[in-house]
């Protein structure tokens, strides 16, 4: 297992990365108060994939105390994006939804040329558009978020920035983030970027976020109150599974690891129905007889942390699967409508959004261009 | 002997620097060609104050071919300035005048502001206007020059100085500046941006600046054609000495060394004649029998550097000094007048200057905030 901002590779062991990067598990009583003071519960906290957290209850504290807090999250624009990238947004616009608070996006331009080779400032910059769209897309409040590009909004906060950096030495950064002699002088830096938004508020922030960003939040705890602010709180979600298996993540790079949000109704049929790693039996007989295994069955995990969240139904799947009653090829057609109707939505919405609101018009937006740090 | 361009110390060797940093000296040939392109020559060119360079003889090509160059320098807004500053400044606008060509000044604040501990972002702020209105009373071109500061100028240069980083390891930035595992990560990423200017133009940069600034073009020479510029030309000045004598340079930070330019008459007179190291004789019989030694005093020196442009005259004091007729005491004098006169005649430009010319309305100016790099 290896699990970096930039790799993650191998068996996921869960209860593994929370001891090694010193995070807490959601347990019940913090999920319940969440839940609670939400309103509701969310298909991705009561499945699990919404594991680890810092300062959670710190920030539910503050809540309750009426000092509310932000939130904030973040893309890479590397590429084009896939489900996996979606999903903890989805979650996050959840947590804006239910309690009324800001939310910055940073699109992270500098951080992906400057750790990709082979990505030209064109390419970063085209992504960082065609990216910001599919973000607007999730539905996010736009008069509460605000989604920037490091290299737009640089004029506004080099300050902090430089106040950030001046705190943090290359010993430090290279014990949290691995680096050798050999990284680029703009990698050793961008840290500090990564760090500038959580703060763009005095209130605490809470990022939503896969774990593997961790080590940047690790960072920001250990200068914010020397310049003034709170230490940031963050809540992890797992990775969605490649398609192949149950290792490492749904990668970017390998593009039929992924459904990506672009894909159309036959690409997205073909790619589960070839590629779904699945637990059921070799033969229909077999499987009648034995039955599937939904553990590992990757088509039986997507519906279960996003596309099913009917938890009887998605009982029933399971019995059925498990039974042998349901098919493999039955199950990955469940999937893909569910998949199908997911994509088309969201295309829906993304044909209609309006940007210019989150980047630049909106009420936050307008306010943080007005602002400088 | 210790030059970086953080710290100068000891007496300075200047052929043994022009070794070490690799760079060539301007011999005769190529000061007599710089002249006579000029129309004119240069007291700090013909005293041997601007010694050493790069590809300076390169520039003089492209000029004769018609190509044109631009010139770019900065000031690091540590403090208030000396006339130890101001003296590369002097030389630079002389250039621009006599080639017709334009010149970026960059104000560091970033770099003050990570390499200084003490200094505080509202410091480098308040050194940064203050240091503009310096700068800008040397009487440059309006129209032909931008005075920027670095955290105001970032919003358009931040895809430059991402690529700029992406080339530069950390090994690099090691070997050239000898940065340390403790220094701050925005230390490490600072030199990208001093580079940035050079890339301002297609045409070769002339980089007019003291020599201690030179590991910087260093990485810009290894850099610049892969991306698709010309190595960055520079054309070096000595330090001019601190008042107490001939080793180190005149330092911001111990008061007592230098002339500032707000001295007023008194203290100027009260610093030359309490601090500046003479080369005259214990009392009065002695210097009248033994003669002075130019060669260490400080008064003299200075006089030589920039004060006494009148090659006869110069010589006069010399041998009047050489031989004993001329006092310590009275050569102080000639330099105080003339230090005086000066600074009387800098702080009436100062007063007068049009800051916005440079920084927002000038014709350079307003078309750098037009583009974006």
Redesign the interface.
């Known amino acids: 297992m290896k699990v970096t901002p930039w790799e993650v590779e191998g068996r996921i062991d869960y209860d593994k990365l929370i001891k090694e990067f010193g995070t807490k598990k959601i347990d019940d009583a913090l999920r319940q108060r969440l839940e609670r003071l939400a309103g509701e519960s969310h298909v991705m906290l009561r499945r699990g994939f919404i594991f680890s957290h810092r300062d959670l209850d710190l920030v539910l504290d503050d809540y309750e105390k009426g000092e509310g807090f932000f939130l904030y999250t973040g893309r890479g624009p590397s590429g084009p994006m896939h489900i996996g990238h979606l999903l903890p947004l989805i979650f996050t616009k959840w947590l804006q939804d239910r309690f009324g608070v800001n939310l910055y996006i940073e699109i992270t331009d500098?951080e992906k040329?400057?750790f990709k080779r082979e990505l030209s400032?064109e390419d970063v910059s085209r992504y960082s558009v065609e990216n910001a769209l599919d973000i607007a897309a999730v539905g996010f409040d736009p008069n509460r978020t605000f989604i920037f590009r490091?290299?737009?909004y640089?004029?506004?906060c080099?300050?902090l920035l430089?106040?950030i950096?001046?705190?943090?030495?290359?010993?430090t950064?290279?014990a949290v983030f691995g680096?050798?002699?050999?990284?680029?002088?703009?990698q050793?830096?961008y840290?500090?970027y990564q760090v500038v938004p959580t703060f763009f508020e005095k209130k605490r922030c809470l990022i939503p976020n896969a774990i593997d960003q961790d080590p940047y939040w690790r960072i920001q705890r250990d200068i914010a109150e020397g310049l003034g602010f709170k230490k940031t709180a963050a809540i992890h979600s797992k990775f969605i599974p490649p398609l192949q298996g149950t290792e490492g993540k749904m990668s970017s790079s390998i593009a039929d690891t992924a459904i990506w949000l672009s894909d159309d109704e036959k690409t997205v049929s073909k790619k589960i129905m070839k590629y779904a790693f699945s637990g059921g039996q070799p033969t229909v007989e077999e499987h009648r007889r034995k039955g599937g295994n939904p553990d590992i069955d990757v088509p039986f995990q997507w519906l279960k942390l996003l596309f099913e969240p009917d938890d009887s139904k998605l009982k029933s799947i399971e019995d059925d699967y498990r039974s042998g009653r349901l098919l493999t090829g039955e199950l990955k057609q469940l999937l893909i409508e569910k998949l199908n109707r997911f994509l088309t939505e969201h295309r829906e919405r993304k044909e209609k959004v309006d940007i210019e609101k989150y980047t630049k018009t909106g009420r936050l937006a307008q306010k943080m261009w007005e602002s400088y740090y």
Do not use: R
Request: hydrophobic share 45%; no cysteine; proline share 6%.
């Open positions: 500098d040329f400057l400032w490091d290299s737009e640089v004029g506004h080099y300050p430089m106040k950096a001046k705190k943090v030495t290359f010993s950064a290279k680096f050798t002699n050999e990284a680029n002088i703009g050793i830096f840290p500090a």
